[in-house]
T-cell receptor, first 115, second 113 residues
Framework: DADVTQTPRNRITKTGKRIMLECSQTKGHDRMYWYRQDPGLGLRLIYYSFDVKDINKGEISDGYSVSRQAQAKFSLSLESAIPNQTALYFC??????????????FGPGTRLTVT | AQSVTQPDIHITVSEGASLELRCNYSYGATPYLFWYVQSPGQGLQLLLKYFSGDTLVQGIKGFEAEFKRSQSSFNLRKPSVHWSDAAEYFCAAWGGSARQLTFGSGTQLTVLP
């Protein structure tokens, strides 16, 4: 079984719709992250959470919100989707007990298309 | 500002040839450094990491990377590339005032038969 799972894997939605992307992990990590990937731009951080009560904005948080329902679950919402939010979205986790997080572990991604 | 630069957007090599992917970082102090690989339709997989100590680090899939402080570089190498290595490669860094991982823009690797 995958350590970091994302649902849905693919989603097409219309402009103005609300959409939620979900992430679950079984690694026991306390830190979780949401990134978006656009061609030629690498990965950019949207939000990150160091524990259930510690949520922080990343580089590109406008138009997004998150919820950390439990240590293992971290959801990303687009309140009113717009076409330039079409991208590949990744969830990641890391362990604060390890220096520098020892790197982050990524889910398989959600491909979101906003028409 | 802290940044990671991968100067090569796309590299093409023949199968069996050697490979070097470049990565430069700009941080006040040496950050933790990582290389990730993303195969088509997949998430990112950690190839290797550098924290301190030996400047040549070994990773999975036969990859290695060399940290050079004087050049602020962390280049990824492989002696003999296989067709299955075709993917996008990302260099990343963690450190300084940011509590987050900063990624380069990626290098797309094509392997010719």
């Amino acid at each position: 079984d995958a350590d970091v799972t994302q649902t849905p894997r693919n989603r097409i939605t219309k402009t103005g719709k609300r959409i939620m992307l979900e992430c679950s992990q079984t690694k026991g990590h306390d830190r979780m992250y949401w990134y978006r990937q656009d061609p030629g731009l690498g990965l950019r951080l949207i939000y990150y959470s160091f524990d259930v009560k510690d949520i922080n904005k990343g580089e590109i948080s406008d138009g997004y919100s998150v919820s950390r329902q439990a240590q293992a679950k971290f959801s990303l919402s687009l309140e009113s989707a717009i076409p330039n939010q079409t991208a590949l979205y990744f969830c990641a986790t890391s362990d604060s007990q390890l220096a520098g997080g020892q790197g982050q572990y990524f889910g398989p991604g959600t491909r979101l298309t906003v028409t | 500002a802290q940044s990671v630069t991968q100067p090569d957007i796309h590299i093409t090599v023949s199968e069996g040839a050697s490979l070097e992917l470049r990565c430069n970082y700009s941080y006040g102090a040496t950050p933790y450094l990582f290389w990730y690989v993303q195969s088509p339709g997949q998430g990112l997989q950690l190839l290797l990491k550098y924290f301190s100590g030996d400047t040549l680090v070994q990773g999975i899939k036969g990859f290695e990377a060399e940290f050079k402080r004087s050049q602020s570089s962390f280049n990824l190498r492989k002696p003999s590339v296989h067709w299955s290595d075709a993917a996008e490669y990302f260099c990343a860094a963690w450190g300084g005032s940011a509590r987050q991982l900063t990624f380069g823009s990626g290098t797309q690797l094509t392997v010719l038969p």
